[in-house]
């Protein structure tokens, strides 16, 4: 039910976490451990703050092991922040519409999980986005539905409190739909300054979810190995599953939590509650 | 804006009418004529009835005129019944759920033109789509969701009265909205037993179609063609543009007006009327 | 390294074959018991003798269990007689013309295995080819090459003989190239009356090949299975892995064994043997 | 038959030149107006030297004007020299390998026109490929074979002459098998640093060439325009037509003439004159 990792910190090409590493996020798309499948072969996406006016994303079909364009794109492409995505599609259409990341303005949304009986919520949660933004929904996954509902929340302004809100929006309709565990997931959200990471399910047995640590310990332990000398302090890294060639760097974040990465590597980390807004949504 | 082509009639293999003629479908999306654009290049579709329960599809992002799948299915599907559709994006994404034959059960649905202002008013008419039918709107095109309105306003009982309903309803939330001309277009609907088609635009300057007329007389007229002989009585072609190598077999379809094509090749023709439906839509 | 299925029987939609059973190909593609890997992802093809004109063709790039068009096709066709293939690649592109079955006229190719070094081999295998049809290799895979030597050794006068010339060629090619085991895997060919596949490999390990047994005694065995009833003494499959919900009729076909299907399930079993064409081929 | 661009100059985002110019590539796609094609929607190719290691490449199998990823990558990469292609398939397949621009090491090469009878000449041409790189040969057109020739005439060390060798080939080559104008088109071949283009055709009608030209001259007529007013004198552009927003800037490369473009703008410009290597090719 999708992969996905996002790194903030200094500038690397693309290519050093997606391919140069063991058990990066494209093997992941082929032999996920963790995953609910072992296979995310469902079309992939990378999305990034680097040259040019708001994030770059690149989004395909093809699984992320055999898609030619990304090996040279990602060897071509650096930056300090980026989100990247596999997907294993519980039922959706396969298009690049549907691949994460999800992009808006300057921010971008990545996910893994699910919105429990989408189809049957579907459109009470749709007609809970502010109509203006609307239009703007263009493929037909439920995280598109649920990034777009953040957004309504105010996720500009207050990202954390917005995925509660939206959150407790869809546990809401869920559960008057009779849906007994409504959501499930791990977020990644950015806005190319700042990078929050959810982990929350109604059933408070959430997909899995990793942050890296403290790279001053790692490179102290490990003096002959030139890839870990390399991580600065305030390099951060989050996903679903741990890199194999950086053991030891790995902490799980715990259920319901919400982590903020702010420049410099200061890490932040508080209970994620979804709660109802004070504002009704706009179909209500 | 799209064209597309419609057969009832002795069964064919489809590239007899696709590739094997003069003007056919596949050069239109080169070499439209009378299209808003010469080029229909932004996917394309086909829908049968053959082989198989209900209709079967074929969707493609590629331009039809390169798609090397066409080609050998077109060589080797045969049917009495067909319509397929070239594609050209008013500007939603260029994917397979947004390419034509639309399919519910036993319908097919295509369509040439274009709900004008569609991103004002998608929200609203996606509200007016039975509840139940919400979910199974899978792209992001005007004409996926009218084709839902249809099925709402009864178009498995009476098709032209719901596609009277299903335009009423878009010119109503269209006026609304300040839009002066909402709807344009030509549409093509069957069950797998009856052709219905319709040329209507709010406007009263409908994208051009055409009907084939009396094999008959044409076969008398051209007693060396062994492509006009082997036409029957009953066979009957729908159109965006004519075929170029059938000359004087095509009338066009006037304005504001839905043709019915029955087996045997019987026709009906009647006034086209807009219509508000005596039952609210559903978001109303 | 792929997985491939082909059918010689009475007629039947291919889905019957591809989807609606237990541990079908599609599934293959995602879950290989037997194969080299476990995710046959990179690509699919079928080809079949039903309506029109030589076979039908259909290739995807996309992994077999996500394609929306082949759950249609799939559903919508019919065939007394056709080959279905997952594509797993050692490394050639991922693209329509390295997909399997290759067409040539009449007759259709499909393989499981590879030609070990191949990069190495490729250009003196090409020169192998009979220079007219060298133009008509429009891929980039070993067996695209292996299916025009077999062509031009022969292969729509005596389809085994030529196979066991252009393996033999390969293997002669391989070791005065210091390539200790050349030849790899299992080939199945049509052309559209008979079916034949060869299970060989120079090292004596080949991929797993199977055949179905006795309809007769399986329909006696299990009176209340209606899809076990169903089946006809004529009924033939061949297939990389067997299908899960028909136990008990599976043999496996011997290492170096050619076996030949004729109309009516007629089963000959023959020694494959390769060995150098008396005539040199062309580029030597 | 296909259009390119090149620029070589100060570092552009790449939309600049693709998508907010009048005219640029992605418009000469849908709308040519010199080309031997109206359409050129069968793929295309970016590719530039950036950030990583060699040129950076992507191609696309869906026409340039369609692709979602090329407005969002065009709008994130920036680069002082790219190569960017449009195609308009001869019959080949429209496959990413087929898709210019075709890379080798640091070495970027795009083309428009084509071999004549190409078919007939394919096997003998490959042939005449430096063996050891003939396994690099993925796709199945004649330009990705012209490359290759170049290359083994030492394209690395001369390209001018290892091209008029190449083409000196074809031509060979072509004549023997009784094609009279064996070779069509312009060619544009970068290593990064210098920027060369090929005007030729062994008929003498080639296919149009435009270079840009005094940058000085051009923002002195128009100090108003800010975007005239960015060019700087040692800018670049070599595309088959013109931009229609900077009038007054292209002149013509003449038939048969090679130009070199170096860093700092400086031009080259010599006859180009197809000759036979000295050193017979691979399989002579």
Redesign the interface.
Known sequence: MCRWMAWHGQPV?LDELLFKTQHGLVDQS?HSRMGAE??N??GFGIG?Y????G?????????A??D??LR??A????APLFLSHVRA?SG??????NCHPFAHGRWLFVHNGLIDE???L??EL??GVE?KL??D????TDFEVLFHLALTFGLEEDPVRALECAVGHVEDAGRRHGVEFPFQGSIGVSDGETLWAVRYSSEGRSRSLFISGDAQALRALHPGNPRIQRLRDDDRLILSEPLADLPGFWREIPEATAVTVRRGGVLEQQPFVPRLAAEPAFAS
Do not use: C, K
Request: charged share 10%.
């Open positions: 090409l082929l072992t296979t072969g469902d990034w680097g040259i040019g006016e994030p770059g994303v690149y989004h395909s079909v093809l699984p092991w055999g030619a364009n040279h794109l060897a071509h492409i650096a599609t959706t259409a396969i298009q690049e519409t989408f189809p049957v579907r459109r749709m007609l109509p609307f239009a929904i263009q493929g037909s």
